[in-house]
């Protein structure tokens, strides 16, 4: 694996210092004064508030404007999707893993059906892998996208947000030719895909590739070397290697501490050990080295998906397992038998043989763990989703402690949360 | 006309989802093999008869059963025995199996060195809902805690701040993931409306953080009246 360093990127800055650093306002330290410090002040930040990223809720205790504790409040989208698992057969609940993170749906319709197929033990087809590898890797830039455009608006670039919502609308246009919905895709079922891909949309998926790779380069030259970027985010929310791994951050947010785990490579499913890509790894672990991972991961990402497109096989998208896969609508119109059988899969569902499996993927923003219990009924006993923005939200009071107030919003968006998830 | 299927498939909503067929005594899974999993090897000889069971489930996932007392002991020296260095925690959660059957705490480890994957349970009786917490071991494990304490009502000792997480502070209707709890909640509708509109600062802010705005709070509350 390349471990690759971010110095690059930094020495391109045309505004360098003699000492290689970029040129930025010196940051004049406050005399301390005792009369005024002593007192806390308690701020309470969001739920309502579009730099919290959803409906997260923040309370700090302040010393002036320096963050002195930071205590996370979740909960206020707590649906409980596991309990509602519960009740659903195993293809039911596909509708509800996309609308945990509907930033990135794809990854997550893909993650659950992968953890029940290793449960039944059922091996989806070559052409399956491959249409999941690619659809998983566009859904990982479109989130990423979303994050770029929000963190730069965030921290007062609006540009960005505008040029990266462009790109989301091309991938929105994709959901929508394959699956009919441009948000809450659940594209997935146990042992393929909902359908095929649509005519047309590998030529669209180029397409997008080739406009999306122009847009980030725009996006760089707008952000990368820019004095009030790096300003408000170097150096800020800096988290250590041991530190990171104690916490439990997974994906870029560890990656950018330096430590190369990522699901894809460490523990390939899917035969990502066959794709060439990279995994970016960071120095610093700060908000900077966090941007710059999760740009390079974009690049990297188009680059499998062109992988998959060349390799794409031809042959069925589904398993030839009538247990899972519902016959085709022409013969539930014609045939006895096909009707019966599809009433039967739709009414009773399928069932799973007793046991359980946990399956973690790489999802866009982290390791996304699914875990399915089954007694050998066509319901499962438990559903549990390990989600990566819960386990990294965690770790802001950590991050933040010690910071001015202003980059708590830096920090906070520096994470890429996404509330649906976290909440569940 | 009330239809009997369709009320069959309600099923649930107001007494929970009912116990699981399965036969409690025997664990999912084939017999693993010690061999198999140099963990599993090196688990056996040093705790010894303390390794309940070992299985393999879906084809190559390794879990061992270990006595809820033990939990700690045998946590911590999978993170800090050289040979094995569990340093990352990837998840805690619970699995409750419905019908008086005890409830399990999992946990899933990650050896980022040596690239192994291990699930350890630990079974706790629903008369002892208690287990020692993992947060000395990996920081991690604070807040997936705080979640099986909310959904589940496992207690952690030692953990440093266990308060609900994902239901509010003041909900008095139970642990919603055990099975005997119905998926409507526990009180009906108008009740749980009448609680939500009538919840006081004390309910959206902890003591501690009370205690920082000092009684602020309580001048805030007069001026709004």
Known sequence: MSKRTVEYLVTRNPEMGLDGRPVQAPVVPLEHDPELSGEHMLLNIGPQHPATHGVLRLVVE???ETIVRCIPHIGFLHSSFEKLGEYRTWNQIIPLTDRMDYLAPLIYNCAYAMAVEKLMGVEVTERCKVVRVMLMEMDRVFS????IGTTALDIGAMTVFLYTFQERERVYDLHEALTGARITTSATRIGGMMADLPPGFVQGVRTWIESCRRTLDEVETLLSNN?????????VGAISAEDAIDYGLTGPNLRASGVPYDVR???PYYDYETYDFDVPVGEHGDCYDRYLCRMEEMRQSMNIIEQAIERLPDGPINVDDPRLILPGKKDVMTDMASMIHHFKVVMEGVNAPAGESWFGVESSKGELGMYVVSDGGSKPVRWRVRGPSFINISALPKMVEGHLLADVITVNASLDIVLGEIDR | MADKDFEAGLGGLDEGPGASATDPEAPFGEAGHAADHPT???LRERFGEAIQHHVVVAGDEHVVHIPAERNTEILRWLKEDPEQRYLYLSDITAVDFGGGRPLEVVYQLWSMELKRQIRLKAQLPLSALEIDSAVPVWKAADW???????????TFRGHPDLRRIMMPDNYAEGHPLRKDFPLRGRFSRAEQTRRALSMEVED???PEELGIAGDKHRHGQEAGA
């Open chain 1, 62 to 64: 302040l010393d002036g």
């Open chain 2, 204 to 206: 959206y802010y902890t």
């Open chain 1, 227 to 235: 004095n009030l970027w790096i300003g408000r985010n170097r150096d």
């Open chain 2, 144 to 154: 997936l805690e705080r979640e099986v304490f909310d959904l589940f009502g496992i």
């Open chain 1, 144 to 147: 990423h996208l979303l994050w």
């Open chain 2, 40 to 42: 599993v090897a090196a």
């Open chain 1, 265 to 267: 490579k460490d523990r």
